[in-house]
């Protein structure tokens, strides 16, 4: 059969991301999921309870839960999360679904991986908004879930960093600068040399409805 090949769906996002294990360890427990859906795309981080191979196992079984549906409500997807990691040692989870047609990315984060929102609208009302995080163990113990939406426009950054991270990485906006670049700078300046440490940039490339 004969004809034009399909376009390749435009990505939502462009993104970067740096990470290394703790010295002497051979893998990290720290890992993150970019996974497109139809008119959108899930990104997120998973920070597995203390590290070593039993906590990258957990960031594993959470990797593949969150690829096999990523479409889904963001609650929903924790809480599968929640049930296929019982038998882990859990980990810190956040997440956040980007949605072209609405213009919105839905986050909600359990634990200490931390996110923050950076607007290209350097005069908007609120530049720079940061995920609430809620008290809790993703495999072992679930806080009451709610997640919170936002309007983002082509151009915004979201970032989420695992606490292997010190808290200085958001003071400098990430706005305009490469993916690659902004993750690798941030772990270089602001990683703690006791702990696994990841950061996933991501800048929104689509357009609001």
């Not at 051979?26 to 203390?50: N, R």
């Not at 990485?169 to 941030?186: F, K, L």
């Amino acid at each position: 059969m004969s004809g034009v090949p399909a376009a390749h769906p435009r990505p939502l996002l462009d993104w970067g991301v740096a990470t290394r294990a703790l010295t002497g360890e051979s893998e990290s427990g720290d890992a993150c999921v970019v996974a497109p859906f139809a008119g959108g795309v899930l990104a997120g981080v998973i920070d597995g309870l203390g590290h070593g191979p039993e906590a990258a196992e957990a960031a594993r079984v959470a990797v593949a839960t969150l690829k096999a549906n990523p479409g889904g409500q963001v609650i929903d997807l924790v809480r599968s999360c929640h049930e296929s990691m019982r038998r882990t040692r859990g980990a810190a989870l956040s997440l956040a679904s980007f949605h072209e047609a609405t213009g919105t990315m839905t986050w909600i984060g359990v634990g200490n991986v931390e996110g923050a929102l950076f607007r290209i609208d350097r005069n908007a009302a609120r530049p720079r908004d940061a995920l609430m995080l809620r008290s809790g163990v993703v495999g072992y113990q679930l806080p009451p879930l709610r997640a919170a939406t936002h309007q983002v426009h082509a151009g915004d950054v979201l970032l989420l960093v695992t606490d292997g991270i010190s808290s200085g990485y958001y003071n400098r906006s990430p706005v305009g600068h490469a993916t690659q670049e902004t993750a690798d700078d941030i772990l270089k300046r602001c990683g703690r040399p006791n702990d696994d440490a990841l950061v996933l940039v991501a800048t929104y490339l689509g357009g609001q409805a």
